[in-house]
């Protein structure tokens, strides 16, 4: 038993996000450039006399906008969303990472409430269900945003795992060059990124002014990934992946070539490493005004703040207390079954499912997403036809990632796809299947694929609910333990006590956030479970470091798991997972009180 419990750690590709796609890399909130367009949106939605439009009409124009608007007010997002910004009307003149500074924050709030204004506008009964659909995720994502203006200063860009200096460099050192103008995109962006830095660090002064800054020791984590990232300015990984990718591009000439590469190391060591090198010096100087060595629920309106991650992040409409006891219930469940399971003589050696296959081969990932796919035709619906190259992740790159992960493509190029493997994960065997489970088929990549393929409303594709898309490739993660074939009986305690970690660390981010665990009730409480002290340690300021971001994964997976148990309830000997799993996707990413709406009127047709 202590064996198993001590995965918890061994699966690193846990909440340690690659680059996704909405809010991929915000300039304060989502909504940016709303201020500026309120008017003209104002002026198509009253029609002239004598010009008729459908409410249908004149909200798919509206929605377009707005997905115009956020496109053309970030370059970084733009280049990972679209891949040919011309057929979508988007203005790609301006180059811009955009603003983070406080101000820039105070007026995406007046954006929001300026959307919101012009949402209202709209007759609701007179739009098509589809569009009703968007409407209610973009009201949803205006109204818990608005919610918590309040708490402006809670935010927290720079954190050690999904901080922006932590997301950026591997942003990248992904950023596709397509074209000679991506090219000349991505160096422009280089040489904004002390401007950027400058505006987080006015947000974080100001934090620091309020009592609100950081804990000293995700500071420092801060400060030394900023320390690694130019301790090497002539070696910087940043420069080697560049010239890497520029060497792959047929339409330069060596001239051309050679001119990109002096180009990039000299903005790279005159723009980016003073930028990283400043930042640095900052939060440390910072760091002494730190209040707040322990979570959210030791600032003053830390447990609120908290209250509202857990329903903007997971999409989980319940109360923290309703959300924790449904955590609790399931881990009774598992942990009651992994005892079933050891009696019975599941537990030997991990080895016949570790070893099973060597992950180091391009490929056995290769091999076993081909498996998968083939395996669950039975219970997902088919998909459109489309490419998926698995790649490794770069040597420089190894320490920072997850032993996987798929980077979602563009909307108007998801046919071509893209699975990192991490080497240096050393991963295989069911933990490689499983992983790939989460991230190809039926996980990030099968989801991703199917919701693009539905054509949905453009708004939507930048309304991502965490909740929805981590805790689709957790439940299929789950799933997929049951189609290992190596030893069913090993895979499945495997599979719970997949599920019991996970929902430890939850539990755990419920307890430290908003119930106030200090590091030693969380030691006290791991050491009775069989953990290290050193085990407690790492989690606490994993969970410290990222508050509610496990309750994507794991809440998200249960709601996934409740909404099927609840249809099977409803449809009996009728009931069909393949056809459930058909009613969600085309749902699509949604919070879960809107999914389960959908879900309703869908059994009642």
């Known amino acids: 038993m202590e064996h198993l419990l001590s995965r918890l750690n061994r699966k690193s590709s846990d909440p340690k996000p690659a680059p996704r796609r909405a809010g991929l890399f915000p300039a304060a909130v989502m909504i940016m450039g709303a201020v500026f367009l309120f008017l003209a949106i104002r002026l198509f939605l009253t029609s002239p006399p004598g010009f008729f439009q459908s409410e249908d009409k004149k909200f798919e124009r509206f929605t ?4 115009r608007s956020e496109m053309s007010g970030n370059t970084l997002n733009l280049h990972y969303t679209v891949a040919n910004p011309a057929d979508y009307g988007i203005d790609t003149s301006s180059v811009s990472l955009g603003d983070a500074s406080p101000k820039a924050r105070q007026n995406a709030i007046a954006a929001l409430e300026n959307y919101r204004n012009v949402l209202n506008q709209f007759d609701y009964k007179k739009l098509s269900e589809k569009h009703q659909l968007t409407y209610d995720i973009f009201a949803d994502y205006l109204d818990t945003e608005l919610s918590a203006s309040a708490y402006l200063l809670y935010d927290e860009p720079l954190s050690p795992t999904l901080g922006i200096q932590a997301q950026l460099p591997i942003l990248l050192a992904e950023y596709t060059f397509r074209t000679k103008g991506d090219i000349e ?3 422009t962006l280089l040489t904004q990124i002390p401007d950027y830095f400058s505006g987080i660090l006015a947000f974080e002064r100001e934090k620091a002014e309020a009592g609100l800054f950081m804990s000293r020791d995700c500071a420092a984590m801060v400060v030394s990934q900023c320390e ?6 002539a070696d910087n990984y940043l420069i080697g992946i560049f010239n890497e990718k520029i060497d792959e591009v047929t339409n330069l000439t060596a001239d051309e070539k050679i001119a990109y590469k002096n180009r990039n190391s000299a903005i790279l060591q005159g723009y980016v490493i003073p930028a990283y090198r400043e930042l640095g010096t900052k939060i440390a100087s910072y760091a002494g005004s730190s209040k707040n060595q322990q979570g959210l629920y030791y600032f003053p309106e830390g447990r609120e703040y908290y209250q509202y991650l857990v329903r903007s992040g997971v999409g989980d409409d319940r109360s923290i207390v309703e959300i924790e006891e449904a955590v609790k219930v399931r881990m009774v469940e598992d942990y009651s079954a992994i005892c079933d399971l050891v009696q019975q003589g599941a537990q030997k050696s991990s080895s016949s499912v570790t070893a099973a296959s060597d992950g180091s ?9 081909s498996e998968l796919r083939e395996k669950i035709t039975d219970d997902f619906p088919l998909l459109p036809s489309v490419s998926c190259n698995i790649k490794s992740v770069h040597k420089s790159l190894q320490d920072y990632l997850s032993p996987a992960f798929y980077l979602t493509p563009a909307i108007d190029d998801y046919e071509n796809n893209v699975i990192y493997i991490n080497p240096g994960s050393n991963y295989s065997g069911i933990d490689l299947f499983t992983t790939l489970a989460h991230e190809g088929y039926p996980g990030h990549l099968y989801q991703s694929v199917y919701f693009n393929s539905t054509k949905p409303d453009l708004l939507r594709t930048l309304l991502d609910v965490g909740g929805y898309t981590e805790g689709w490739a957790t439940y299929v993660e789950m799933y997929s333990f049951g189609l290992w074939e190596e030893d069913p009986q090993l895979a499945a305690l495997y599979q719970k006590n997949r599920s019991f970690t996970l929902g430890l660390a939850s539990l755990l981010d419920i307890g430290i956030h908003y119930r106030g665990y200090s590091l030693s009730d969380v030691t006290s409480f791991l050491e009775k479970l069989g953990f290290e002290s050193g085990t407690a340690q790492s989690l606490y300021q994993t969970v410290l470091q990222s508050p509610s971001n496990y309750l994507n994964y794991y809440v998200g997976y249960l709601n996934f798991s409740d909404l099927r148990d609840d ?6 000997e009728q009931f ?4 459930f799993h058909r009613m969600v996707l085309e749902a699509g990413p949604c919070p879960f009180y809107i999914l389960r709406r959908e879900l309703s009127r869908e059994l009642a047709n």
Do not use: G, H, T
Not at 228 to 233: H, K, L, Q, V
């Open 185 to 187: 995109d991505y160096l």
């Open 361 to 369: 081969s391009s490929s056995v990932p290769a091999a076993m997403l």
């Open 576 to 579: 069909s997972l393949r056809e």
């Open 228 to 233: 690694d990232f130019i301790n090497d300015p």
């Open 64 to 67: 377009e906008e707005v997905f």
């Open 567 to 572: 249809v099977k309830a409803v449809q009996s």
